[in-house]
């Protein structure tokens, strides 16, 4: 079984930062893709930043400049650094993880979502 298990969600007043880490356990044969979504009441989900096992990052835009996604590959972490803090950041945020597991001899990718962190940002 693999598990994402999520933490760093807190309360924060605007302007604030807040570290997001997201450990991937379990029987992995290697991870590709890491990615942070985030989910505000009323809302879609969206993506906020993604990175390759390369380390090549993308960001919303709405992110930019302000959160910077990492990975540690020995650990099979990913973290979401998130500074200058806004209300309108205030979401569930949910890792998700592109893991390859091997069944029969095999390799196959699947995609894991973590259970979500809370992020309040005060003004």
């Known amino acids: 079984q693999v598990q994402l298990v999520e933490s760093g969600g807190d309360l924060v007043q605007a302007g604030g930062s807040l570290r997001l880490s997201c450990a991937a356990s379990?029987?992995?044969?290697?991870?590709?893709?890491m990615d942070w979504y985030r989910q505000a009441p009323g809302s879609q989900r969206e993506l906020v930043a993604a990175?390759?096992?390369?380390?090549?990052?993308k960001y919303a835009d709405s992110v930019k400049g302000r959160f910077t996604i990492s990975r540690d590959n020995a650990k099979n972490t990913v973290y979401l650094q998130m500074n200058s803090l806004k209300p309108e950041d205030t979401a569930v945020y949910y890792c998700?993880?592109?893991?390859?597991?091997?069944?029969?001899?095999?390799?196959?990718?699947?995609?894991?979502w973590g259970q979500g962190t809370q992020v309040t940002v005060s003004s």
């Open positions: 998700n993880a592109a893991i390859v597991i091997v069944r029969g001899g095999s390799p196959y990718e699947y995609s894991y």
């Open positions: 379990g029987s992995i044969f290697s991870v590709n893709g």
């Open positions: 990175i390759t096992n390369s380390g090549r990052t």
